[in-house]
C-alpha cells in the first residue's frame, strides 16, 4: 500500500498510529462519513500485525500470528474480504510435544479429541465434553463484555444500564443460578481451575499454555490468568479455547486490507509521518504537530498509541491532572516474551511423530508439556532472569501458505516466554544470539535434525518490540490483562469508556477495554463511541 502523498490541513478526525485498531477505527468514521487522516512513523501500517522479509522470499508475521480473533462484524461491515483478507484454516488447534516423544493433539473435533486424552486419562476424556460446553457459555458472556462499552463506575448512567441488556442472552444460556460460578471463576489460577476438571498433567499442560498468552503470570499466580483463558476463549473463532487459521500472506495481508478499506471508504494514511505532539487550546484537542513542524487541523483525535507515549510524550502534562499521570505511571506492563524467526531449507523430523506429521503440525505446535513446566519457566521472571527451559509456541505457516517462502523451503515463528523485558544481568542486545541458540537447542531436544534445518534466524527480543514495535516494556497488548487493569479499570478507572480527560481526545489501542489480541474491537467500540458523542 502506498502512502497519500497529498493530504488537506483539516480533518474531522485524526488517528494518531496505524496499528490494527487504528485502522479500523479510522475504517469505521470514514464509513459514517467523516474525514480521516491515519498517521503511521513506520513506512507501514499494521503495528503489531505485519509482514515482513528478513530474508529474500521469507515472509514473517513479525510479532502477532493467527488473526483467528478478529472479529466477524468486522470483516464484514469493512469488506476485508474484497481487499485481500483471507483466514486459511488449520487443524490441529494444538499439539503439544512431550519429552518422550509422545504427544496430544487438540482438534477443532471434539470426538476426536477425546480419543487423544483417552491416550493419557480416560477420566479426563469423559469430563473434556462437559468442560468445553461449560466454558464456551461463560466465555459467551466474556464476549458480551468485550463488545460493550464499560459502566462509568462508580456513577453508572441510564446508558450504561442499558448497555448491560446484552448480558440476558449468555447469562440465560449459563443459567442465572450459575452466575455466581463465573464470579468464582474469574480471578482463579488457570492451574487451580484445570484441577477441578482434569486428572492428568499432560491434558493441563495443554490447556493451559493458552491461559498465558499476552500475559506475564505463570498458570499457577492467582491473578486472573483463569479470566486471560476465557477472554482468548471468548474471541475465537473456534468455539474453543484457542483460535486457529493462518491469514494468507502473513499477518500483515490483515491490516493491509484494513488499510485499503479505510481508503476506499474515504480516508487518508501517511506512514513515514511521526506525530510529536498533540496540540491542545481552551482545553481541547485540536489536532497534531509532525516531527517536521507540519500542524494539521482536527475537530477529533484518537490516539492508537499507549498511555505512556499518549500522556507522557504526545500531551503536554500542563493540561492533565496529577493523579491521571500518576495512574499512567502506575500502570503494569511487564513484558516476558520474545520472538524467534527461522527460515528453513526443509522441514524438521519431529521425534514421536509417525504417517501425517505434516497435518499434525500446521496449528500451534506446543512445548509446554505440563503446567509445572509452564509454572517453572515463568518463575525465573520474578528475578530478573529469563527461563532456559521456556513455554515455547511454534508454527510453521508454509504448511498452509507456500506462498511466504521461496518454493520447497519454510518458515518456523516461535513466541518465546518467558524473557523479562527488565533484566537483572546483561542487556538484549548481547543476549541476542543466546536466545536463538537455547531455542535450537530445546527444539532439537523434539527434531533432533532442526539444527541442520536452519538457514537463518531473527531474534525480535523485548527489547526490539518496545525500540521498532512501539510495544512498552515489550508488552504486546499496551498493558497486563490481570483483574487490575480490565474492565471499567482499563486503561485506568474513570476513562474506560474510551474518551480522555482532554475534549476531542479519545483513546482505541489495546491499552483500552477489552484489551489485547488482534480482535479490531477497541477500534470498533471507540469509533461507536466517537460517533455517539458527535450527535
Given at each position: 500500500?502506498?502512502?497519500q502523498n497529498?493530504?488537506?490541513n483539516?480533518?474531522?478526525?485524526?488517528?494518531?498510529?496505524?496499528?490494527?485498531?487504528?485502522?479500523?477505527?479510522?475504517?469505521?468514521?470514514?464509513k459514517?462519513?467523516?474525514?480521516?487522516?491515519?498517521l503511521?512513523?513506520?513506512?507501514?501500517v499494521?503495528g503489531?500485525a505485519?509482514?515482513?522479509?528478513?530474508?529474500?522470499?521469507?515472509?514473517?508475521?513479525s510479532?502477532?500470528?493467527?488473526?483467528?480473533?478478529?472479529?466477524?462484524?468486522?470483516v464484514?461491515?469493512?469488506?476485508?474480504?474484497q481487499h485481500?483478507?483471507q483466514?486459511?484454516?488449520?487443524?490441529?488447534?494444538?499439539?503439544?510435544?512431550?519429552?518422550?516423544?509422545?504427544?496430544?493433539?487438540?482438534?477443532?473435533?471434539?470426538n476426536?479429541?477425546?480419543?487423544?486424552?483417552?491416550?493419557?486419562?480416560?477420566?479426563d476424556a469423559?469430563?473434556?465434553?462437559?468442560?468445553?460446553?461449560?466454558?464456551?457459555?461463560?466465555s459467551?458472556i466474556?464476549?458480551?463484555?468485550?463488545?460493550m462499552?464499560?459502566?462509568?463506575?462508580p456513577?453508572?448512567?441510564?446508558r450504561?444500564?442499558?448497555g448491560?441488556?446484552s448480558?440476558?442472552s449468555?447469562?440465560?444460556?449459563?443459567?442465572?443460578?450459575?452466575?455466581?460460578?463465573?464470579?468464582r471463576?474469574?480471578?482463579?489460577?488457570?492451574?487451580?481451575?484445570?484441577?477441578?476438571?482434569?486428572?492428568?498433567?499432560?491434558v493441563?499442560?495443554?490447556?493451559?499454555?493458552?491461559?498465558?498468552?499476552?500475559?506475564?503470570?505463570?498458570p499457577?499466580?492467582s491473578?486472573?490468568?483463569?479470566?486471560?483463558?476465557?477472554y482468548?476463549?471468548?474471541?475465537?473463532?473456534?468455539?474453543?479455547f484457542?483460535?486457529?487459521g493462518?491469514?494468507k500472506?502473513?499477518?500483515?495481508?490483515?491490516?493491509?486490507?484494513?488499510?485499503?478499506?479505510?481508503?476506499?471508504l474515504?480516508?487518508?494514511i501517511?506512514?513515514?509521518t511521526?506525530?510529536?505532539r498533540?496540540?491542545?487550546q481552551?482545553?481541547?484537542?485540536t489536532g497534531?504537530?509532525?516531527a517536521?513542524?507540519?500542524?494539521?487541523?482536527a475537530?477529533?483525535?484518537i490516539?492508537?498509541?499507549?498511555m505512556?507515549t499518549t500522556?507522557?510524550?504526545?500531551v503536554?502534562?500542563y493540561?492533565?491532572?496529577?493523579?491521571f499521570?500518576?495512574?499512567?505511571?502506575?500502570?503494569?506492563y511487564h513484558?516476558t516474551m520474545a520472538?524467534?524467526?527461522?527460515?528453513?531449507?526443509?522441514l524438521?523430523?519431529?521425534?514421536?511423530?509417525?504417517?501425517?506429521?505434516?497435518?499434525?503440525?500446521?496449528?500451534?505446535?506446543?512445548?509446554?508439556?505440563?503446567?509445572?513446566?509452564?509454572?517453572?519457566?515463568?518463575?525465573?521472571?520474578?528475578?530478573?532472569?529469563?527461563?532456559k527451559?521456556?513455554?515455547?509456541?511454534?508454527?510453521i505457516p508454509?504448511?498452509?501458505?507456500?506462498?511466504?517462502?521461496p518454493?520447497?523451503?519454510h518458515?518456523?515463528?516461535?513466541?518465546?516466554?518467558?524473557?523479562p523485558?527488565k533484566?537483572?544481568?546483561?542487556?538484549?542486545?548481547?543476549?541476542?544470539?543466546t536466545?536463538?541458540k537455547?531455542v535450537?537447542?530445546?527444539l532439537?531436544?523434539?527434531?533432533?535434525?532442526?539444527?541442520?534445518?536452519?538457514?537463518?534466524y531473527?531474534?525480535i527480543?523485548?527489547l526490539?518490540?518496545e525500540?521498532?514495535?512501539?510495544?512498552p516494556?515489550g508488552?504486546p497488548v499496551?498493558?497486563?490483562?490481570?483483574?487490575n487493569?480490565?474492565m471499567?479499570?482499563r486503561?485506568?478507572?474513570?476513562?474506560?469508556q474510551?474518551?480522555?480527560?482532554i475534549d476531542?481526545?479519545?483513546?482505541?489501542?489495546a491499552a483500552?477495554?477489552?484489551?489485547?489480541g488482534?480482535?479490531?474491537?477497541?477500534?470498533?467500540?471507540a469509533s461507536r463511541?466517537?460517533?455517539?458523542?458527535l450527535?
Amino acid at each position: 500500500m502506498s502512502a497519500q502523498n497529498e493530504h488537506p490541513n483539516k480533518y474531522d478526525v485524526i488517528v494518531v498510529g496505524g496499528g490494527h485498531n487504528g485502522l479500523v477505527a479510522a475504517g469505521y468514521l470514514a464509513k459514517a462519513g467523516r474525514s480521516v487522516l491515519v498517521l503511521e512513523k513506520r513506512d507501514l501500517v499494521g503495528g503489531a500485525a505485519v509482514t515482513e522479509e528478513f530474508y529474500p522470499g521469507f515472509k514473517f508475521s513479525s510479532l502477532a500470528d493467527g488473526a483467528g480473533h478478529l472479529l466477524s462484524e468486522v470483516v464484514t461491515d469493512l469488506n476485508l474480504s474484497q481487499h485481500g483478507f483471507q483466514i486459511l484454516p488449520t487443524d490441529p488447534l494444538i499439539l503439544s510435544l512431550l519429552p518422550d516423544g509422545n504427544h496430544l493433539a487438540i482438534w477443532h473435533d471434539v470426538n476426536r479429541t477425546i480419543q487423544e486424552i483417552t491416550k493419557f486419562s480416560s477420566v479426563d476424556a469423559h469430563a473434556y465434553p462437559k468442560f468445553i460446553e461449560w466454558m464456551y457459555k461463560i466465555s459467551r458472556i466474556v464476549a458480551e463484555m468485550n463488545r460493550m462499552t464499560p459502566p462509568d463506575l462508580p456513577e453508572v448512567g441510564l446508558r450504561d444500564l442499558k448497555g448491560l441488556f446484552s448480558f440476558i442472552s449468555p447469562v440465560r444460556g449459563l443459567g442465572w443460578k450459575h452466575i455466581t460460578q463465573v464470579v468464582r471463576i474469574l480471578p482463579m489460577s488457570i492451574a487451580d481451575l484445570l484441577n477441578e476438571w482434569f486428572q492428568s498433567d499432560i491434558v493441563k499442560g495443554a490447556i493451559a499454555a493458552s491461559a498465558v498468552n499476552n500475559i506475564s503470570s505463570g498458570p499457577q499466580e492467582s491473578n486472573g490468568t483463569a479470566y486471560n483463558f476465557l477472554y482468548n476463549w471468548s474471541g475465537s473463532n473456534t468455539g474453543l479455547f484457542r483460535s486457529s487459521g493462518q491469514v494468507k500472506g502473513g499477518m500483515g495481508a490483515l491490516t493491509q486490507a484494513l488499510a485499503k478499506s479505510a481508503i476506499s471508504l474515504g480516508a487518508d494514511i501517511l506512514t513515514n509521518t511521526e506525530v510529536i505532539r498533540i496540540n491542545i487550546q481552551d482545553g481541547k484537542a485540536t489536532g497534531v504537530t509532525l516531527a517536521n513542524g507540519e500542524q494539521i487541523l482536527a475537530k477529533t483525535v484518537i490516539s492508537a498509541a499507549d498511555m505512556r507515549t499518549t500522556f507522557l510524550k504526545l500531551v503536554d502534562p500542563y493540561y492533565l491532572e496529577p493523579k491521571f499521570v500518576r495512574n499512567v505511571n502506575y500502570l503494569k506492563y511487564h513484558g516476558t516474551m520474545a520472538r524467534v524467526h527461522f527460515a528453513l531449507g526443509r522441514l524438521p523430523i519431529f521425534w514421536g511423530l509417525n504417517g501425517g506429521s505434516e497435518q499434525l503440525i500446521k496449528g500451534h505446535v506446543q512445548i509446554a508439556p505440563t503446567v509445572t513446566y509452564i509454572q517453572q519457566a515463568y518463575d525465573p521472571v520474578k528475578y530478573g532472569a529469563y527461563s532456559k527451559q521456556p513455554y515455547l509456541d511454534i508454527q510453521i505457516p508454509t504448511l498452509t501458505d507456500s506462498s511466504i517462502a521461496p518454493e520447497g523451503k519454510h518458515i518456523m515463528s516461535v513466541t518465546v516466554k518467558y524473557l523479562p523485558y527488565k533484566l537483572s544481568q546483561g542487556n538484549w542486545d548481547e543476549l541476542r544470539d543466546t536466545i536463538a541458540k537455547f531455542v535450537i537447542n530445546i527444539l532439537s531436544d523434539y527434531a533432533p535434525d532442526f539444527g541442520q534445518c536452519v538457514q537463518n534466524y531473527n531474534v525480535i527480543t523485548p527489547l526490539d518490540l518496545e525500540k521498532v514495535y512501539n510495544l512498552p516494556e515489550g508488552n504486546p497488548v499496551h498493558g497486563e490483562m490481570t483483574l487490575n487493569q480490565f474492565m471499567w479499570m482499563r486503561p485506568i478507572p474513570g476513562y474506560a469508556q474510551y474518551r480522555a480527560p482532554i475534549d476531542g481526545l479519545y483513546l482505541c489501542s489495546a491499552a483500552t477495554h477489552p484489551g489485547g489480541g488482534v480482535t479490531g474491537i477497541n477500534g470498533r467500540n471507540a469509533s461507536r463511541q466517537i460517533l455517539e458523542d458527535l450527535k
